[in-house]
């Protein structure tokens, strides 16, 4: 059964919540300001982009941890990167490794055992070696090529032992690499929602007007000529409140809507008399198939409008859109 809190303990919760979050603050604020008069990152960069391979990022612990972060992070913004625990990769896991690769090493002493029992063959590969370690000094960061200081003055844990600001530190020095290899490889939204698909904004920016919009039997659209009732009956029919009206070459010419219908109630008195040629709109919006859904939802949104017509490279009329198709499919 949790134990409830007093004030007291209220308040030193809170004091040290604070605290933590200073003592991480001011860690990040430490590491900036030893970058200014260090081009490590800026060599670990140069090194990553040469590579032909992948990344490989490997640690162990709370250091782990952070290394399956750092290349999840690498390999969804252009950097094919993947994550080998250094236990394993000593029975058999370091034959994913390859002298193409690149190899991030973490350690926050620089001495974890398992790391420096695999790191000699890794070097004999020809695999270039970065390591993070708050210690440069150390036998892991003698053995990198490039080393990325990650010391810390001291842990938010209240004993000094738990890793905190070093992990923190650690994980903002992964976002840098990643963020400044994104931009060196012109890494753009399409590319992100290429390795994002079944995101938001993979669906935003992967969902074509094609995907969603309705085709063939199921597009409402009748001829200029018809009397209002038919083309009435052609919206009730299909069900999407509106209809196309379409020229002998099957390209629109207008278009007339529920709402369209609701306006006219008063000015109308023989609906029998009445063509859809005398009360559509002419000159409908329409949209591409090969264009991007948000591309049809930013027309909608601009003209208040709730459905439109897809016409192809030629005018003519291929599908239409209700902004329930566009709901549907997560775009919205």
């Known amino acids: 059964m949790l134990k409830a809190f007093d004030n007291t303990a209220l308040r030193r919760a809170m004091d040290l919540a604070r605290e933590t979050i200073d003592i991480e603050a001011d860690a990040l604020r430490a590491v900036h300001a030893r970058l200014l008069d260090d081009d490590s990152v800026g060599r670990a960069v140069g090194m990553l982009l040469g590579c032909s391979g992948r990344v490989v990022v490997s640690g162990i612990g ?8 750092i290349a999840a992070t690498l390999a969804s913004t252009g950097t094919p990167a993947m994550f080998v625990h250094p236990a394993e990769a000593a029975h058999g896991d370091l034959g994913m490794v390859t002298s193409e690769d690149a190899f991030i090493a973490i350690s926050y002493s620089g001495e974890a055992a398992e790391l420096l029992s695999i790191l000699p063959i890794v070097k004999r590969m020809g695999a270039p070696l970065i390591a993070m370690t708050g210690n440069p000094q150390s036998s892991l960061a003698q053995l990198a090529d490039v ?6 003055e001291k842990e938010a844990c209240p004993l000094n032992l738990a890793p905190t600001a070093s992990t923190t530190v650690t994980l903002a020095l992964g976002d840098a690499l990643a963020v400044a290899l994104l931009d060196a490889r012109g890494f753009r939204e ?3 929602a290429r390795s994002h698909p079944g995101g938001a904004l993979g669906r935003r920016l992967l969902t074509h007007v094609r995907d969603v919009m309705r085709s063939g039997d199921a597009i409402p659209m009748v001829t200029a000529d018809v009397p209002l009732s038919a083309a009435l009956f052609e919206i009730t029919q299909k069900g999407m409140g509106m209809t196309a009206i379409v020229d002998a070459a099957g390209r629109p010419a207008g278009v007339f809507t529920d709402g369209d219908l609701r306006r006219m109630l008063d000015k109308v008195q023989d609906f029998t008399k009445v063509t859809i040629r005398d009360v559509m709109h002419a000159s409908p919006h329409t949209v591409h198939p090969e264009q991007l859904a948000v591309d049809a939802v930013a027309i909608m949104e601009e003209f208040r409008i709730n459905q439109m017509l897809v016409v192809d490279a030629d005018g003519k009329l291929v599908g239409a859109l209700h902004i329930h198709d566009l709901t549907r499919a997560k775009v919205i």
């Open 62 to 69: 709370k250091s782990g941890h952070i290394a399956r972060k």
């Open 147 to 152: 080393h990325l200081n990650i010391a810390v």
């Open 190 to 192: 399409e590319d992100f």
